[in-house]
């Protein structure tokens, strides 16, 4: 068996073998591309718990979707939209997390000058986890994946002044959140310093 799985070294290897339903293959491309993609779907559903069910949905998806792929592009960036597309149905079968709301009546955006300019990858992630969903998902789709306001608007089945409220709302709860961080690191930076 460890001779098989070496077997597939390349990517090119690894989808061929896919495509002929190899069990061997199919393990080692989870082993390859679960933690990658686990974090995609986090992003979108915060409890890791509802991330996992995607995950796994987005596997049976990739196996039985592995035909139409024709070795274009990304195969990693290809999965990458099947894990993306299943984390949005679900929030579709699972939550009612759209909001209205015009841009004129989103909020200002937050002063940023405090940030702190140290934040980690690990805390911008935490932060995003506490979105509202309708937010984080906006915002994951735009600044993340890259979509445009139309395909957000037609993925999500909301208008496209909705997903750039969305946005802008997203933007200044991140903002403001970064902000508060900030304030509550430099309390703790001068209680400690100051004993």
Known sequence: MIRRLLGYITEAQLVSALQEADARAQKAFYERYASKMLAVCVRYVSNRYEAEEILMDGFMRVF??????????????????IMVNESLMYLRRNRQWRMEVALEEAPEEADTALTDQSLHAEDLLKLLEQLPEGYRTVFNLYAVEGYNHAEIAELLGITESTSKSQLHRARATLQRMLAQTDVKKNFIDYETTSC
């Open 64 to 81: 039985e979707k592995i035909g139409q792929y024709k070795n274009e592009g990304s195969f990693e960036g290809w999965v990458r939209r």
